[in-house]
């Protein structure tokens, strides 16, 4: 028996079930659910499923149940349910409690697939991100003078080793993380020495970067490409180091970075694609002159309804430059062995081709926020479980980028020639399910993992986007 509370090494869609009180909902015996004796000891540092997620947002509510004997797999590869790697909130110390706190704060749905890992890494993860939280609050916070601020940025990875630093003085949302960095810092302090090696150089290295680049915009597509390897193939290369160190994942998943370095600079590009008119808005530029200046005298002339179709050019330009990188993004999951850390890598990664899909050769780029559908971006969450599954994924999208290109413009047979690619290494022997021929028991199971997820989904769009490395 165990109290769901402190159970995190589940798959994030099926972390819904953790909260299901209609116990007809799941096959008998694989589960069964009932009212937690100890809620107390798991509110504050519970790794929330989507629907106590949600439910804690909208109300401030939290129902606590605990699973008897369930263990679910759906390929031999790979076990989508387990329960493994418990853990006692009340061995927690005060400032761990607090970090995960600040975490949920900063990142609410980053927070979740954090939590979601297995072992020691979650906590190595937890304190990497916070540690990478409070270097991109202070890039951020324009009140911060350049004299301070760069060697700020420059000596950041030194704080980690001084258990009385912090700065008061920001008044960026996620402040926090800086006022109270000791906290971060003890912790940081208390992982194993790989792991704070792996931190401590990623940090050092992106500060540096992120201090580059404080005053020039973005020019060349290989000033392009290392502005998005600062502030996220570092991330990947990183994160990677981490999977390899806890033994979760083969050494190889650390050393190989080029492949690391892709699966941030993928997610990256997607970001700063999607996002033109907000940091145009906001007036920041990160499309790449050497790209944008073909079709415009401004970045912003883009705006404008006269340019409309030199603005698709350019866009569709950029979304195959950044689908370059997909087929080392495919090479890098199929090397992944963990569920929990599969999971938090191929949720995004398939999110980002979806949204590539949405924005290719579309006009809705340059005149408001292109969004992939709710009940798409559930399935994607759900369904991401497995390598087959993605690479599904990978070549679905694909075929909606392909029947999208259009006949004029000078990125279209490269456009062509990479989707190809990408359909060719996403190739399976085995189809993916239909959900026409589930049993009903399983058909019940995905029915009750779309509600809850929805209302998941629901609470994300009111809150601010999170999962966004800093440009």
């Given at each position: 028996?165990?109290?769901?509370?402190?159970?995190?090494?589940?798959?994030?869609?099926?972390?819904?079930?953790?909260?299901?009180?209609?116990?007809?909902?799941?096959p008998q015996p694989?589960?069964?659910?009932?009212?937690?004796?100890?809620?107390?000891?798991?509110?504050?540092?519970?790794?929330?499923?989507?629907?106590?997620?949600?439910?804690?947002?909208?109300?401030?509510?939290?129902?606590?149940?605990?699973?008897?004997?369930?263990?679910?797999?759906?390929?031999?590869?790979?076990?989508?349910?387990?329960?493994?790697?418990?853990?006692?909130?009340?061995?927690?110390?005060?400032?761990?409690?607090?970090?995960?706190?600040?975490?949920?704060?900063?990142?609410?749905?980053?927070?979740?697939?954090?939590?979601?890992?297995?072992?020691?890494?979650?906590?190595?993860?937890?304190?990497?991100?916070?540690?990478?939280?409070?270097?991109?609050?202070?890039?951020?916070?324009?009140?911060?003078?350049?004299?301070?601020k760069v060697p700020?940025?420059?000596?950041?990875?030194?704080?980690?080793?001084?258990?009385?630093?912090?700065?008061?003085?920001?008044?960026?949302?996620?402040?926090?993380?800086?006022?109270?960095?000791?906290?971060?810092?003890?912790?940081?302090?208390?992982?194993?020495?790989?792991?704070?090696?792996?931190?401590?150089?990623?940090?050092?290295?992106?500060?540096?970067?992120?201090?580059?680049?404080?005053?020039?915009?973005?020019?060349?597509?290989?000033?392009?490409?290392?502005?998005?390897?600062?502030?996220?193939?570092?991330?990947?290369?990183?994160?990677?180091?981490?999977?390899?160190?806890?033994?979760?994942?083969?050494?190889?998943?650390?050393?190989?970075?080029?492949?690391?370095?892709?699966?941030?600079?993928?997610?990256?590009?997607?970001?700063?694609?999607?996002?033109?008119?907000?940091?145009?808005?906001?007036?920041?530029?990160?499309?790449?002159?050497?790209?944008?200046?073909?079709?415009?005298?401004?970045?912003?002339?883009?705006?404008?309804?006269?340019?409309?179709?030199?603005?698709?050019?350019?866009?569709?330009?950029?979304?195959?430059?950044?689908?370059?990188?997909?087929?080392?993004?495919?090479?890098y999951l199929s090397?992944?062995?963990?569920?929990?850390?599969?999971?938090?890598?191929?949720?995004?990664?398939?999110?980002?081709?979806?949204?590539?899909?949405?924005?290719?050769?579309?006009?809705?780029?340059?005149?408001?926020?292109?969004?992939?559908?709710?009940?798409?971006?559930?399935?994607?969450?759900?369904?991401?479980?497995?390598?087959?599954?993605?690479?599904?994924?990978?070549?679905?999208?694909?075929?909606?980028?392909?029947?999208?290109?259009?006949?004029?413009?000078?990125?279209?047979?490269?456009?062509?020639?990479?989707?190809?690619?990408?359909?060719?290494?996403?190739?399976?022997?085995?189809?993916?399910?239909?959900?026409?021929?589930?049993?009903?028991?399983?058909?019940?199971?995905?029915?009750?993992?779309?509600?809850?997820?929805?209302?998941?989904?629901?609470?994300?769009?009111?809150?601010?986007?999170?999962?966004?490395?800093?440009?």
């Amino acid at each position: 028996m165990y109290c769901v509370g402190l159970l995190r090494a589940w798959p994030l869609a099926l972390r819904a079930l953790q909260c299901d009180s209609r116990h007809g909902a799941l096959p008998q015996p694989w589960l069964l659910l009932r009212p937690c004796q100890w809620p107390a000891r798991c509110h504050l540092p519970c790794a929330p499923c989507l629907s106590c997620w949600a439910g804690r947002l909208a109300s401030g509510q939290t129902h606590h149940l605990v699973l008897l004997d369930g263990e679910l797999t759906t390929s031999p590869r790979k076990s989508f349910l387990t329960a493994t790697s418990l853990s006692s909130a009340d061995a927690m110390s005060e400032t761990l409690r607090t970090c995960y706190v600040y975490l949920n704060q900063t990142s609410r749905s980053f927070a979740a697939v954090i939590q979601a890992l297995d072992g020691d890494l979650r906590q190595a993860v937890c304190i990497f991100y916070l540690v990478l939280r409070a270097l991109d609050t202070v890039e951020d916070d324009m009140s911060i003078p350049l004299e301070v601020k760069v060697p700020m940025l420059h000596n950041f990875h030194t704080y980690l080793y001084l258990p009385g630093w912090s700065y008061s003085q920001s008044q960026q949302r996620d402040a926090q993380v800086l006022h109270d960095f000791p906290s971060i810092s003890l912790e940081f302090r208390s992982l194993a020495k790989v792991y704070q090696d792996v931190i401590a150089n990623i940090c050092h290295k992106m500060g540096l970067g992120m201090a580059e680049f404080l005053e020039k915009r973005v020019q060349s597509i290989k000033e392009w490409d290392m502005y998005c390897h600062y502030v996220a193939g570092l991330v990947g290369i990183g994160l990677s180091r981490l999977f390899a160190a806890s033994e979760l994942e083969e050494p190889v998943v650390g050393e190989d970075t080029e492949l690391a370095n892709s699966m941030g600079l993928f997610l990256q590009k997607t970001n700063i694609i999607r996002d033109y008119l907000e940091d145009q808005q906001e007036g920041r530029e990160f499309w790449p002159h050497e790209v944008w200046s073909k079709y415009v005298d401004k970045l912003s002339d883009f705006s404008r309804p006269a340019n409309l179709q030199a603005a698709l050019q350019c866009l569709n330009e950029l979304v195959t430059n950044a689908l370059q990188h997909v087929p080392d993004v495919i090479t890098y999951l199929s090397r992944l062995h963990n569920q929990s850390v599969f999971n938090f890598c191929a949720i995004p990664q398939v999110m980002a081709i979806a949204t590539l899909a949405a924005c290719y050769n579309n006009p809705q780029v340059f005149r408001g926020v292109v969004k992939i559908r709710k009940g798409q971006a559930v399935t994607l969450m759900m369904e991401a479980t497995n390598m087959e599954a993605v690479k599904g994924m990978f070549r679905q999208y694909s075929g909606v980028i392909r029947q999208k290109v259009p006949g004029a413009g000078m990125s279209g047979v490269g456009t062509r020639q990479i989707v190809q690619k990408v359909e060719a290494l996403s190739q399976s022997e085995r189809e993916l399910v239909s959900h026409g021929h589930l049993s009903p028991i399983y058909l019940s199971l995905a029915m009750f993992l779309v509600a809850v997820s929805w209302q998941y989904w629901q609470t994300l769009t009111h809150s601010s986007e999170e999962y966004r490395p800093s440009q």
